[in-house]
Each structure stands twice: as structure tokens, then as C-alpha cells.
């Protein structure tokens, strides 16, 4: 455990422009905007496949095949095509992100009680009425589930982006290796799991916050 | 990349064939082996967790923090142990990730078993292992079959990371492509491992297919009526 004490004792690795904080701050920055775009192309997708029942299977087909993307390829493919840059690591996280959002989205809103919709059609509701005030509410913790499990596999895999020369924690881990320097590269993958734990946490604490007392069953009769 | 490369040169890939062969078939058990023993060890500790209930909170949230380490970090921790370039050096971390994503599907398919079914089995003088074989596993096939399939296609595309150390597979092309600036290779490794990965999760819906014949007697059934 020496090597805790070797990395995070250093006053060196926490000052400057290649610091811990702003190693953390470029990490984040990256994956927040991947999740960010992912979510703006994937949620409404899979809100409209579920909703209407049309593509299922090609929302499906494809979401899987994406993962097999892999992003290593992916990012130098990229790099080389486009040149270095910020923009082009975005594309393999996104590709990344997508299939368990688009996934969760479409089968959550599948997935509602058909009772539940008969009522709301019953009720007088249209077709994009259920879908947002009943299908979206009732579906919102598997759509969750999707952003979060998202959340964690970009986290983890930006470190990659590091091996084209760009920043984020990365940079510790592929450094680290390159010159046998064992302590950085464990600090820094003991970061990128922080960071995820983080990112678990605050969906803990958005998931408490959002989804309604009904759906999650913390209030029970009536 | 000069302005007069194409996006992709043929011929080099005619002159690479046994090599391009050597890396897909490295790809391929590097990316099976994981899934196979992370099925293996997942059904015992799946089977712990939905018999203990209390055991699945801790294991869950263990397996989270395993989900959440980057696959790099991985490879490097076990250098030491297992060796720089070596099969085992990409296997072993790609197995925590299998379990990760098998136990909860192991457990949930588990709780997928209706009450009714247990009891009739129960009632009908089962032992409690050969309700668990003859009746509780084949009725969680469906479920535990959805986490293979992620586990695999998955597994087949991180494998890749593994080039960085040296054992990545098709993962070798894109480490190749990037050092040269030559595009061929990393299309040719991104194309290959996106087929594998398909054609791999392909076999599986069949072993679905063929694992749980009632429910396509089902699926007919309901299409007649």
C-alpha cells in the first residue's frame, strides 16, 4: 500500500497544469459532454421505439452490435481521420454510452403495465400525454439505471483518450506504464474509481430525487 | 496521414492475411475464455446471493466498484503477477467484468421463477437439487442468457485495451495503424472485432433457441391464436 502514500503524498502530483485536480477536471469535463450528447440522441430514441413499438428490434440489433464497437479502435480510427483533438475522443465514448441508455429507455417504456396504460387512455389521455406523464414516470428508474451503467463505462474507459496524447486520468495510468512509475498508474486508476463511486453516488441521490414516491413504492395504499 | 493515402489499401491487407487470422483467433479466446469462466464462478456466488439475501447487497456493490476499474489499470496491477504480453494478463481482469455483469443476472433470473412452479416442484417430491437443475436454472435461462450476450460482445471488444500491454488481439492493428499513421489496419481490426462480436452473439440467441424449446411452443401457440 506504500504506493498510496508514494502518489497521493507527492505535493508535485496535485500542483500545476498536470495536477490531480485538473487531471480530474478534464476527465469529468470529458465524460460529462459524452454522456451529455449520448443521452440527447439516446432518450428521446428510445422513448419513441418503446413508445410505439416500431424498431424495437433494430433499436435492439444495433445497440448491441454498438457495443462491440471497441474504442480504442474507434479513437485512433478517429484521430487519424480527423486529427487530434477533444472532439474526436467524444465519438467512441458517445458510441460507448449509447446501447445501455437507448437500451434501458426503450424496454422501460415497453415495459409499463398495460392496465396502467388503459387507464390513462381511459382517462382521456393522448398518445404523447401517456407517453410523458405516464410511460417516462413510471419507466424512470430503469432510464436511470441505463444513464448510470453509461456513466460508469465512460468513466472508466475515457483513460484510454491518454494513449493519443490527450489529458484526463489517463494520462497517470498510460505515463505511469510507459515509465515503469507503478505508483502513479495505481493512483490514477484509484481516481478514475473515486470518480465513478462519485458518479454512482449522485445517481443514488438523483434517482431519490426524481422518480416519483408512487414508482418507487415509498409510499404505499391509498 | 498524407493527403494521397487511401482510407484503405488492399493489397495490405492480402499480404497480412495469416497475421490478421493469428490476431482474430487470439481475439476470439481472449474474448470466450472470460465468459465462459465468469459464467462458471458466477453461478455458485449467484446461487449464494439468492438463497442468502443478505449476501447479494455486499456482493453487488462489490462487483460495482469491479465494473467501474478501468481495464488498462487492470491489465497493468497483474503485469507483475502474471506477466507482460501474456494471455492470462488480459483474461483475468476481463472474467471480474463477466461476473460482474453474470451475478446479477444469475440472481435475477433466479427471481424470475415463479412462486407456483417452486411449490408444484416442491409438492411433486423434487429434492431442492433437482428442482434447482431440472427446474429453477432452466426457467432462468432467458435472463442469465440476456448478461451472457452483454458479457460477450463486450468482452470481445475490450480485449483490445489488452494491446496497449502487448496481448490485445485485433487490438495489436490499431496499436500498428496509430504508430505507422496508417488507417487500413485499425478499419480492418474495428470491422473483424464488430464481426466477431455479432457473429458470437448470434450463436448465443441460437443456444437460447435450442436451451428453452417451450418457449417457442409458446411463441407458436400464440401466433395461432
Redesign the interface.
Known amino acids: 500500500m506504500s504506493w498510496l502514500a508514494d502518489f497521493f503524498g507527492d505535493p508535485a502530483n496535485w500542483a500545476g497544469p498536470y495536477g490531480i485536480p485538473v487531471r480530474l477536471a478534464e476527465h469529468a469535463g470529458f465524460c460529462a459532454l459524452a454522456l451529455g450528447l449520448a443521452a440527447l440522441v439516446a432518450v428521446p430514441l428510445g422513448l419513441l421505439a418503446g413508445h410505439t413499438g416500431r424498431g424495437v428490434h433494430l433499436v435492439t440489433f444495433t445497440a ?2 454498438a ?8 479513437l ?2 478517429v ?3 480527423a486529427g487530434v483533438g477533444t472532439l474526436p475522443v467524444l465519438v467512441p465514448l458517445v458510441a460507448l454510452a449509447v446501447p445501455p441508455i437507448l437500451v434501458n429507455t426503450c424496454e422501460g417504456v415497453r415495459g409499463v403495465d398495460p392496465d396502467l396504460l388503459d387507464a390513462a387512455y381511459g382517462m382521456g389521455l393522448r398518445g404523447h400525454q401517456v407517453l410523458l406523464r405516464v410511460r417516462t414516470p413510471v419507466a424512470l428508474p430503469l432510464i436511470l439505471l441505463g444513464l448510470r451503467l453509461a456513466a ?2 465512460v ?3 475515457a ?2 483518450a491518454a ?2 496524447g490527450l489529458g484526463g486520468l ?1 494520462r497517470f ?2 505515463d ?2 510507459a515509465t515503469r512509475d ?1 505508483p502513479q ?2 493512483g ?2 484509484t481516481l ?2 473515486l470518480l ?2 462519485a458518479v ?1 453516488a449522485a445517481f443514488a441521490v438523483v434517482e431519490r430525487v426524481a422518480v416519483s414516491k408512487g414508482v418507487s413504492r415509498r409510499v404505499r395504499g391509498g | ?1 498524407r493527403p494521397d493515402e487511401p482510407l484503405i489499401r488492399w493489397d495490405w491487407i492480402g499480404r497480412n492475411r495469416s497475421m490478421i487470422w493469428e490476431l482474430l483467433v487470439d481475439n476470439t479466446v481472449m474474448g470466450l475464455l472470460p465468459v465462459l469462466f465468469g459464467l462458471l464462478l458466477a453461478l455458485p456466488i449467484g446461487l449464494a446471493c439468492s438463497r442468502w439475501r443478505v449476501l447479494y447487497q455486499p456482493a453487488s456493490g462489490l462487483l ?2 469491479v ?8 491489465f ?2 497483474l503485469i ?1 503477477v502474471t506477466g507482460l504480453a501474456e494471455r492470462a494478463t488480459v483474461i483475468i481482469p476481463l472474467t471480474c467484468y463477466a461476473l460482474a455483469v453474470l451475478v446479477p443476472a444469475v440472481v435475477d433470473g433466479l427471481r424470475s421463477v415463479p412462486d407456483h412452479v417452486r411449490q408444484a416442484a416442491e409438492a411433486m417430491g423434487f429434492t431442492p437439487l433437482r428442482r434447482l437443475v431440472q427446474v429453477e436454472l432452466p426457467i432462468a435461462v432467458p435472463v442469465v442468457l440476456a448478461g451472457m ?2 458479457a460477450t ?2 468482452g ?3 480485449v ?2 489488452g ?3 502487448g496481448r ?1 488481439g ?2 495489436g ?2 496499436v500498428t ?2 504508430q505507422l ?1 496508417f ?1 487500413t489496419p ?2 480492418v ?2 470491422v473483424l ?2 464481426l ?3 457473429a458470437a ?1 448470434g450463436l448465443l440467441v441460437l443456444a437460447g433457441r435450442l436451451l428453452t424449446p417451450w418457449a417457442r411452443a409458446r411463441r407458436e401457440a400464440g401466433e395461432a391464436a
Not at chain 1, 67 to 74: D, E, I, K, V, Y
Not at chain 2, 67 to 74: E, R, V
Open positions: 448491441n452490435a457495443r462491440a464497437l471497441p474504442t480504442l479502435g474507434l485512433v480510427l484521430m487519424l481521420l460508469i463505462q468513466v472508466a474507459t483513460t484510454v494513449y493519443v489517463g495510468i498510460i505511469g506504464l507503478y498508474t495505481l490514477g486508476a478514475v474509481v465513478a463511486l454512482q | 496521414m460495482n466498484v465494473y467501474a476499474l478501468p481495464s488498462l489499470a487492470l497493468i496491477v507483475p450476450r452483454v460482445v463486450s470481445i471488444s475490450l483490445s485495451v494491446a496497449l500491454i490485445g485485433l487490438g492493428l490499431f495503424g496509430w499513421r488507417p485499425i478499419i481490426g474495428v472485432v464488430v466477431l462480436a455479432v452473439d
